[in-house]
Nanobody, 125 residues
Framework: QVQLVESGGGWVQAGGSLRVSCAAS????????MGWFRQAPGKERDFVAGITSSGGSTRYADSVKGRFTISRDNAKNTMYLQMNSLKSEDTAVYYC??????????????????WGQGTQVTVSS
């Protein structure tokens, strides 16, 4: 059984930083492309960032490019999202996910087959 567990969410003032983590089990983490998504109240779940299995390539939504950094530590089966210069519009539940196919789009939810329960990130102005 694949399990993804997010942690590290919390409250932060606009302009501040936060790092969320995703611990993976039940899959060969080093062989899995991974992604971060977020969902604000009343909104659909949107792509934030993606990373290839080796960590060699990354992809970001335009809204977070230059502010967020996705990374992974395959020895620890853990993925991270470092969030800097946070804005109020970054407030959402953040989810980690494992991608089904290596060469499918990072941006599409349908290309992921395992999801965590999410961690709340709240940014106050």
């Amino acid at each position: 059984q694949v399990q993804l567990v997010e942690s590290g969410g919390g409250w932060v003032q606009a302009g501040g930083s936060l790092r969320v983590s995703c611990a993976a089990s039940g899959l060969t983490f080093s062989n899995s492309d991974m992604g971060w998504f977020r969902q604000a109240p009343g909104k659909e779940r949107d792509f934030v960032a993606g990373i290839t299995s080796s960590g060699g390539s990354t992809r970001y939504a335009d809204s977070v490019k230059g502010r967020f950094t996705i990374s992974r530590d395959n020895a620890k089966n853990t993925m991270y999202l470092q969030m800097n210069s946070l804005k109020s519009e970054d407030t959402a539940v953040y989810y980690c996910a494992a991608k089904t196919r290596k060469f499918s789009s990072f941006q599409l939810l349908a290309n992921y087959n395992a999801w965590g329960q999410g961690t709340q990130v709240t940014v106050s102005s």
